[in-house]
């Protein structure tokens, strides 16, 4: 609870804040100095940057600010909530789906740089240690997306130079570029598996088919065969061939019919 002139007069925990003034030098920069002055100004709820307090022993932290009004609707000081980092950082590094490689990334901007501002799955130090982007040095692909553009999935290359597939997005309230992202090996392994099953059971598909024509085609192929031999001799005045009835369908029928033939000719 702070008042109008930036004194904190009460808090719940008693840290080196209490009973101290936001507008002194050494607070006046602060997350909580900040978002003060930004809600008694404009009379309206206001949030924090997330980073580093001081008072909390530099725990990172952010605040949600609301001026406080009399019934006459003048402004008599500012309620500030510090919401506890560990509620966040237990979010962000929940990667149920998200494999062996897959994690999200969180990044604030602080002037011209840009810095991490939560853990990373494979770098645990990263948080506000890491920076992004400066004016010299560009963001990743990634990250510059989640700060720039709509909500995207794209390619782009990490921060460990893997390949990953992300998705980017910007957090108006928090002032946060997201990106959730895994490697595309990964991502795409189930995709490669079944690609590779298909591959295969269209090839044994194919050589079932070839398999399965060639056997029809013999089927049909060598009683035709057989009926030309037998028909040229017949011709050559030898009545006594006769062909051997191997099926019961058409080709049946006309080995039949060609053998009733051949006896009838005999016969004369």
């Not at 109008?4 to 007069?9: R, V």
């Not at 009379?43 to 009399?70: C, H, I, K, W």
């Not at 108006?172 to 990964?186: A, I, S, Y």
């Not at 795409?188 to 079932?208: D, I």
């Amino acid at each position: 609870l702070i008042d109008n002139n930036g004194e904190i007069i009460f808090t719940l925990l008693h840290e080196p804040d209490f009973a101290t003034n936001l507008n002194a030098d050494k607070n006046k920069e602060n997350a909580l100095a900040t978002v003060f002055r930004q809600a008694l100004t404009t009379l309206t709820e206001q949030v924090s940057d997330f980073q580093p307090y001081g008072p909390s022993s530099n725990r990172p932290a952010f605040f949600v600010a609301a001026p406080l009004m009399d019934s006459a609707g003048s402004r008599i000081g500012v309620l500030a909530v510090q919401i506890d980092y560990t509620l966040i950082y237990d979010i962000i590094q929940d990667y149920a789906g998200l494999g062996q490689s897959g994690e999200t990334a969180v990044a604030q901007r602080f002037g011209h740089d840009l810095f991490y501002v939560m853990p990373l799955r494979h770098r645990p130090d990263a948080a506000f240690n890491m920076r992004l982007a400066s004016p010299e040095k560009p963001a990743n692909i990634a990250m510059d997306l989640a700060f720039n553009v709509q909500p995207a999935v794209h390619f782009a290359v990490d921060y460990r130079h893997k390949e990953v597939v992300a998705v980017s997005r910007y957090i108006p309230l928090m002032r946060w570029g997201m990106v959730v992202k895994m490697d595309t090996g990964e991502a795409f392994a189930e995709a490669a598996r079944f690609h590779r099953w298909m591959v295969f059971f269209t090839a044994l598909a194919v050589s079932v088919f070839v398999l399965a024509g060639v056997l029809i085609s013999r089927s049909i192929i060598s009683p035709i065969r057989e009926l030309r031999l037998a028909s040229s001799t017949i011709a050559a005045g030898r009545f006594n061939e006769r062909i051997t009835v191997t099926t019961n369908g058409e080709i049946g029928e006309l080995s039949k019919a060609f053998n009733s033939m051949a006896e009838k000719l005999e016969s004369f």
